[in-house]
């Protein structure tokens, strides 16, 4: 009878140890070809973006990282540590990203080969091409591959030669040091483009960017620009409360109606903008718009009314309430209320997408009456970059490069008074010890009794 015992024991433990080895090597399995992660850190701080696992989703090939850091560094001590643990917040979502690290020090003719300039510097290359990175965070790597992404040259022209805002200009009126350097950033070439003394806008124009001028086109300049959009040409039309300058055809063109005025938006006021300002809040749903939900400020923007036409698609992007003011003087706005006999109530489009097929490509083309939302005065402001760089894309048709937006920032900061300080120092210094002293005491009774 014990002998029985003993080896139905024996096969019992057997069994169990089998057992734990097969659960344990399943998991294992498990965990190494299905990997299940959950960042539950302070405002997810160790995951990435949706537009960044967007963008590693769409890059085909491997992506080489290359960096040359030395093993410490003076001021931030283990460099390549800092690197490979956030880059591989990436290798979670693409697992061909290859990490190579060279000492400058070790190898300086490689470094002076590459042109490296600072330590812990970064070459990312994909596709046969590449970028140095000086500054590691997600928006510029992710920046970066989302220009190396980029298979075939975007050239963004702006019309020019009339007093019009530059795409690359640095006064305060041009729109070169924020939007058109995010474009840039994106992978976009600007150049401009003076009618004059083109033959016509080149084929090779991804987008044309059209601004207020402030002096009228000849007649030769609108015909090109004209046959520019019946050709399929994809627009960008920033334009003012001012004059059109000799671009009325174009407005024929796509059937849009341009009344004169100002659009007024009484929530402007109640935040303390300036009253000739209209807040973009309310956004149609649209590519251009998806997911969409920072503020836009537009300084004297126009309202946009347009004819149905079977030809075009119209949609509206933002809409403001409010009024339009049909003051001459814009100056004169201040304090000024709402005139039945001079005004005109209602809900106003600021920006408006159109689209249609010609020749078989889709052709897409953006108004805004307004170009000073993304002039360098007023780029800063909201979400104003964003919105203008979310158009672009979708006027090159890169509807799947979106924007990435800024991580908010939570306040991770806990204040308490003196009196909450004192009771929990209280708590852990005399009240814990007590009752863990009060326990054993009493599991010390209870077992001596018994």
């Known amino acids: 009878m014990p002998h029985k015992f003993i080896t139905s024991a024996a096969l019992r433990n057997l069994m169990f140890v089998l057992l734990l080895i ?164 994106n992978g976009f070439k600007i150049s401009s483009l003076n009618l004059s003394i083109a033959q016509d806008v080149p084929v090779n124009t991804r987008v044309l960017v059209i601004t207020q001028p402030q002096l009228d086109l000849m007649p030769g300049e609108v015909n090109k620009l004209l046959r520019y959009v019946e050709r399929g040409g994809n627009l960008l039309w920033l334009i003012d409360a001012e004059p059109l300058h000799g671009l009325e055809l174009l407005a024929e063109k796509l059937d849009l109606q341009l009344p004169s005025g100002i659009v007024i938006d009484p929530s402007a006021t109640e935040m303390n903008a300036p009253v000739t300002w209209s807040l973009g809040t309310t956004y149609i749903p ?56 001079r005004d005109t109530k209602g809900t106003s489009i600021i920006a408006l997408a159109l689209n249609r097929n010609i020749n078989d490509v889709e052709q897409r083309i953006v108004v805004v009456g307004n170009g000073a939302f993304l002039s360098n005065t007023f780029a800063g402001n909201g979400g104003n970059v964003d919105l203008g760089i979310n158009m672009m894309n979708w006027l090159a048709r890169d509807d799947k490069l979106i924007t990435l937006q800024p991580r908010a920032a939570r306040d991770s900061n806990i204040e308490l008074s003196r009196t909450q300080l004192t009771a929990i120092s209280a708590t852990f210094l005399f009240g814990l010890p007590l009752l863990l002293s009060l326990t054993g005491g009493y599991i010390w009774w209870r077992r001596r009794r018994a």
Do not use: C
Request: glycine share 8%.
């Open 22 to 185: 097969g659960v344990a090597t399943g998991l294992g399995y498990l965990s190494h070809h299905h990997p299940v992660q959950r960042d539950i850190t302070f405002n997810a701080g160790n995951s990435l973006e949706p537009a960044s696992v967007t963008i590693l989703h769409q890059l085909a090939g491997p992506v080489n990282i290359t960096v040359y850091a030395t093993l410490q560094d003076v001021r931030l001590g283990d460099i390549r540590k800092i690197i490979s643990e956030f880059i591989s917040l990436y290798q979670r979502y693409k697992s061909d990203i290859r990490l190579i690290y060279i000492d400058p020090e070790k190898e300086p003719e490689k470094a002076r080969a590459a042109r490296i300039q600072l330590n812990g510097e970064m070459i990312v290359e994909y596709a046969g091409r590449s970028e140095h990175l000086t500054l590691i965070n997600e928006q510029t790597l992710t920046s970066a591959l989302l220009r190396l992404a980029h298979t075939t040259e975007q050239t963004v022209m702006y019309l020019d030669g009339h007093g019009e805002r530059k795409l690359d200009g640095r006064a305060n009126q041009d729109m070169g040091l924020i939007f058109g350097a995010k474009l840039k950033q």
């Open 286 to 341: 649209h590519a251009i718009t998806h997911d969409f939900n920072l503020i836009t400020a537009y300084p004297s923007a126009r309202p946009l009314i347009w004819n149905e036409n079977p030809d075009w698609q119209h949609h509206a992007l933002v809409e403001v309430a409010g009024w339009i003011s049909h003051i001459s003087a814009p100056g004169n706005l201040a304090g000024q209320p709402f005139d039945n006999k």
